[in-house]
């Protein structure tokens, strides 16, 4: 049986701070600076007691669920809430180029690109082919997709439920791909490589376009690989709970506890072929997740 969403609704004095926090134009430079410096746990925000209260019940939620949706909060300062949000389950958030921790993604029929194609994406995990990959991902909406519900629904299949359900279905075939095989992972970008056990002591690095670049760089039977992927994709689509995100809303995720996939996205031309409307997000990561085994 499918889950519900494991959702909070961010309660009004704390949308209205987080608000107030991030009302700066540069409120979101700002914030990665803070990050970069590690002062950022001297945000005055974090100190009220309503934002420790919400970050408990944010950690509730997310232990229990290994993932955690918040309706309702600021949208503010193309990303900066989000930053904020993350630090209620996680830590040490990933930097990139130039001091930079959030990443902006606006959905593109002219890609292919994964992180922004209107293409339906794969269930995975982030960063797969890293030493470490990412605790925590974290995508805030920042235009909701113009054919939602239908369009850019986003899927979340925890790992616990995966195997419950291969076992189940006596899928042996899976189950021995996911926790079993060694298996070989490539990021056709970096060229880094990883391999081992894709399951391993409650959590799992998986992204089947990293396994299929894998297979060509080795020469390997690609059809085969093709197989356990389209059984993993059966059987995560099987067990997932799937929902949209509205403008403000914050998907927090597990990137060793979850896999997640997202739906097909659409797009409305305003002057084609250039200027359109379509599904907007923020994205970032967190090393560490606070309290967690799983380090
Ligand atoms: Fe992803």
Sequence with gaps: MKDCVAQLVTP????????????????????EEMVVSDRIDDLLLFHTESWRHFQ?????VFRDNDYAVLRGFPSVQDGAALLVAT???GEALRTYRNGKVIKHFKMSPWTTDLSHTTRAGEFHTDLNTEPHPPAITAIQCLEPD???PRYGVTSIARL?????????????RTRRFLVQDT??????????????RMVDAGTIRYHPDTIRAAARRSGGAVHAVE???????????????SFTLERGDLLLLSNCRTLHSRGPCSVVFRDFPTVFDSRRVAVL???RERGSLYE
Aim: with cysteine; hydrophobic share 45%; proline share 4%.
């Design 12 to 31: 009004g004095p704390v949308a209205a701070a987080v608000a107030k926090t991030c009302a700066a134009p540069d409120a979101a430079c700002r914030l």
């Design 56 to 60: 408990d019940e944010v950690r509730r």
């Design 87 to 89: 630090l209620t389950v």
């Design 146 to 148: 113009p054919g939602s």
């Design 160 to 172: 616990r439920n995966l195997l419950d359900f291969v076992n189940r279905e006596y899928n042996e």
């Design 183 to 196: 298996v070989a992972m490539l990021n056709d970008r970096s060229a880094v490589q990883w391999s081992g």
């Design 227 to 241: 197989e356990d992927i389209a059984g993993v994709e059966d059987a995560a689509t099987s067990i997932a709970t």
């Design 285 to 287: 990561h967190a090393h």
